[in-house]
């Protein structure tokens, strides 16, 4: 085993998110008004900083005026203000639209791509004295001699299929700090690690998920309507299914088009990317499209648990921030300001801590506290019972969110309780095959053509970043019960059940397709599944989702 070097920080961050670069940041404002020095680094495992960043996205700015007031002068690439909102509820041919919830107003907010606002905050850590390393995925965590987390190890480059040191093999980098953030986004590698080693889901509702699929569209201009935010409910999911759509018109011609499915859904035959596809086809949906070309795709999980699935944030050594502890607002569909302030009150709980002695590597136990006063708990509180309310179909839950908004106001004496997603799944045998059109090249698309628009990359002979705990269980639980479904809820083609010899199936893992929306992390019925990260800087590359 080659030894592995060292180094010395006094902050790690685990993912460069809104919420890690803004945590960089606010840490490093702190050291300078105190005039402090403070070492700051953060870890990214894309191959640049915005590489694996997907969301919508309907931006608030709200943490961003707090963190960075002058943002405009300085270029933040904010460029389309949200200035026309809808609500529709679809039919097979036809929509409908609905009165607009208070929370779904977006007078105020914009119409951005989160990786490249994540590219500009990145820049400005960099000018603040931070350490921003992508292509450096966290893969190990590290604790000292009492328990307590004592910083993280990049991985190895260069391993064999087999695991072992190829020729070209550099062994992982070891960094060290007084405490550690883990900002890894949803349903992160390392995060999962921490909830079990601590313990930290304790007393807590599980998280409960949604899988994003989204398509960038360069439109007609006839058809373009910059700041224009169009969300659906409805077709072409079932009145069961927990879901919706999305356009939101951005500059330049560019249309995000996406759709979004709660991955508590029962049905194993469904599939989540033949929903989207199936979406666009809707007339309100071509009709903005139709003459078009897509320029971009991706998919990514989003927390949907809310305030009654957040862990414990602390433990010796480090914290949990932005969408790593889950503080995406569903009935605002957004969470990249809260992400920031998350980050923010994090890096003051740290900057806080001795800086000696016992507190070297001690537990920022008040973070929770200081977040509990901040808007970031407040607002989720209001909203924790919306999406636990779709239990009861689109109309049950869309009369409980009127119930719940507009007489309860967010202050019912009840808190709504979630189930783990991957429990949900019926088995094939009650359950309806779905029968999906084939894709026609111009609105609709099939799955490989969609990831070569990813731009995804993994370099071969490296270990299967898709790890199976038990072999045997896809054959004698997922295909045997449930059909396969991972080739479904799969976005990217990853996984296939191909013949063996005239023997019978055997699952197939196309890794190389890996999009890193962590979904079968999620859904697989028997949690066999282990998502890990790869090597350095591979999985999409994404330009500005």
Same mark, same amino acid.
């Given at each position: 085993?080659?030894?592995?070097?060292?180094?010395?920080?006094?902050?790690?961050?685990?993912?460069?998110?809104?919420?890690? +670069?803004?945590?960089?940041?606010? @840490?490093?404002?702190?050291?300078?008004?105190?005039?402090?020095?403070?070492?700051?680094?953060?870890?990214?495992?894309?191959?640049?900083?915005?590489?694996?960043?997907?969301?919508?996205?309907?931006?608030?700015?709200?943490?961003?005026?707090?963190?960075?007031?002058?943002?405009?002068?300085?270029?933040?690439?904010?460029?389309?203000?949200?200035?026309?909102?809808?609500?529709?509820?679809?039919?097979?041919?036809?929509?409908?639209?609905?009165?607009?919830?208070?929370?779904?107003?977006?007078?105020?907010?914009?119409?951005?791509?989160?990786?490249?606002?994540?590219?500009?905050?990145?820049? *400005?850590?960099?000018?603040?004295?931070?350490?921003?390393?992508?292509?450096? !995925?966290?893969?190990?965590?590290?604790?000292?001699?009492?328990?307590?987390?004592?910083?993280?190890?990049?991985?190895?480059?260069?391993?064999?299929?087999? =695991?072992?040191?190829?020729? *070209?093999?550099?062994?992982?980098?070891?960094?060290?700090?007084?405490?550690?953030?883990?900002?890894?986004?949803?349903?992160?590698?390392?995060? %999962?690690? +921490?909830?079990?080693?601590?313990?930290?889901?304790?007393?807590?509702?599980?998280?409960?998920?949604?899988?994003?699929?989204?398509?960038?569209?360069?439109?007609?201009?006839?058809?373009?309507?910059?700041?224009?935010?169009?969300?659906?409910?409805?077709? !072409?999911? #079932?009145?069961?299914?927990?879901?919706?759509?999305? @356009?939101?018109?951005?500059?330049?011609?560019?249309?995000?088009?996406?759709?979004?499915?709660?991955? #508590?859904?029962? $049905?194993?035959?469904?599939?989540?990317?033949?929903?989207?596809?199936?979406?666009?086809?809707?007339?309100?949906?071509?009709?903005?499209?139709?003459?078009?070309?897509?320029?971009?795709?991706?998919?990514?999980?989003?927390?949907?648990?809310?305030? *009654?699935?957040?862990?414990?944030?602390?433990?010796?050594?480090?914290?949990?921030?932005?969408?790593?502890?889950?503080?995406?607002?569903?009935?605002?569909?957004?969470?990249?300001?809260?992400?920031?302030?998350?980050?923010?009150?994090?890096?003051?709980?740290?900057?806080? +801590?001795?800086?000696?002695?016992?507190?070297?590597?001690?537990?920022?136990?008040?973070?929770?506290?200081?977040?509990?006063?901040?808007?970031?708990?407040?607002?989720?509180?209001?909203?924790?019972?919306?999406?636990?309310?779709?239990?009861?179909? @689109?109309? =049950?839950?869309?009369?409980?969110?009127?119930?719940?908004?507009?007489?309860?106001?967010?202050?019912?004496?009840?808190?709504?309780?979630?189930?783990?997603?991957?429990?949900?799944?019926?088995?094939?045998?009650?359950?309806? !095959?779905?029968?999906?059109?084939?894709?026609?090249?111009?609105?609709?698309? #099939?799955?490989?053509?969609?990831?070569?628009?990813? $731009?995804?990359?993994?370099?071969?002979?490296?270990?299967?970043?898709?790890?199976?705990?038990?072999?045997?269980?896809?054959?004698?639980? $997922?295909?045997?019960?449930?059909?396969?479904?991972?080739?479904?809820?799969?976005?990217?083609?990853?996984?296939?059940?191909?013949?063996?010899?005239?023997?019978?199936?055997?699952?197939?893992?196309?890794? *190389?397709?890996?999009?890193?929306? %962590?979904?079968?992390?999620? %859904?697989?019925?028997?949690?066999?599944?282990?998502?890990?990260?790869?090597?350095?800087?591979?999985?999409? $590359?994404?330009?500005?989702?």
């Amino acid at each position: 085993m080659s030894e592995r070097e060292s180094m010395e920080f006094d902050v790690v961050i685990v993912g460069a998110g809104p919420a890690g +670069l803004a945590a960089a940041i606010r @840490l490093r404002q702190l050291a300078a008004a105190a005039g402090r020095e403070l070492s700051v680094c953060v870890l990214e495992k894309g191959s640049e900083v915005g590489a694996h960043i997907l969301s919508g996205a309907v931006f608030d700015p709200r943490a961003l005026n707090e963190l960075i007031p002058d943002w405009q002068a300085r270029g933040a690439p904010l460029h389309t203000p949200a200035t026309e909102d809808a609500f529709l509820w679809l039919g097979r041919e036809r929509s409908v639209k609905l009165p607009l919830p208070p929370q779904m107003h977006n007078q105020g907010n914009y119409i951005i791509s989160l990786g490249n606002l994540c590219r500009w905050l990145a820049q *400005q850590a960099e000018d603040l004295g931070v350490e921003v390393l992508p292509g450096f !995925p966290a893969a190990q965590i590290l604790f000292d001699d009492q328990g307590a987390v004592m910083g993280v190890a990049t991985a190895d480059m260069g391993r064999l299929a087999d =695991g072992s040191e190829g020729p *070209q093999f550099e062994p992982g980098v070891e960094l060290h700090a007084r405490q550690t953030l883990f900002t890894e986004g949803c349903h992160g590698s390392l995060t %999962k690690q +921490l909830m079990a080693h601590f313990d930290l889901r304790d007393g807590v509702d599980p998280q409960t998920y949604g899988l994003g699929i989204k398509e960038l569209w360069e439109v007609d201009p006839a058809r373009h309507r910059p700041g224009t935010v169009r969300h659906t409910i409805g077709w !072409p999911l #079932d009145h069961g299914t927990y879901g919706g759509g999305f @356009l939101y018109h951005l500059e330049d011609h560019q249309v995000a088009v996406g759709f979004i499915v709660g991955l #508590d859904y029962r $049905n194993p035959y469904l599939s989540p990317f033949e929903e989207m596809q199936r979406f666009k086809t809707h007339p309100a949906i071509r009709e903005v499209l139709e003459g078009g070309r897509r320029i971009a795709f991706g998919a990514r999980a989003l927390v949907e648990g809310g305030w *009654q699935s957040i862990p414990r944030l602390s433990f010796p050594g480090g914290l949990l921030a932005g969408d790593a502890a889950g503080f995406l607002d569903v009935p605002r569909i957004k969470g990249s300001h809260n992400a920031m302030k998350s980050g923010m009150t994090a890096a003051e709980a740290v900057f806080d +801590l001795p800086a000696d002695g016992a507190g070297r590597r001690g537990e920022a136990v008040d973070y929770r506290q200081r977040l509990d006063q901040t808007w970031v708990m407040q607002e989720l509180h209001a909203a924790r019972n919306i999406r636990p309310g779709f239990r009861w179909g @689109l109309w =049950g839950g869309l009369a409980h969110a009127a119930l719940e908004t507009y007489v309860l106001k967010g202050r019912a004496p009840w808190t709504l309780h979630h189930h783990p997603d991957h429990a949900a799944l019926q088995p094939a045998a009650s359950s309806t !095959p779905v029968e999906y059109p084939k894709p026609d090249g111009t609105l609709t698309f #099939d799955r490989l053509s969609s990831v070569f628009l990813s $731009n995804t990359h993994h370099e071969e002979g490296q270990p299967v970043h898709l790890q199976l705990r038990d072999p045997a269980l896809p054959l004698s639980l $997922n295909h045997a019960r449930f059909a396969g479904p991972e080739t479904r809820y799969c976005p990217a083609g990853v996984y296939e059940y191909v013949q063996k010899n005239g023997s019978g199936a055997r699952l197939q893992i196309n890794a *190389q397709n890996c999009v890193h929306c %962590k979904t079968c992390d999620i %859904k697989d019925p028997g949690q066999n599944i282990n998502w890990v990260a790869p090597q350095g800087g591979d999985g999409p $590359n994404y330009p500005a989702m």
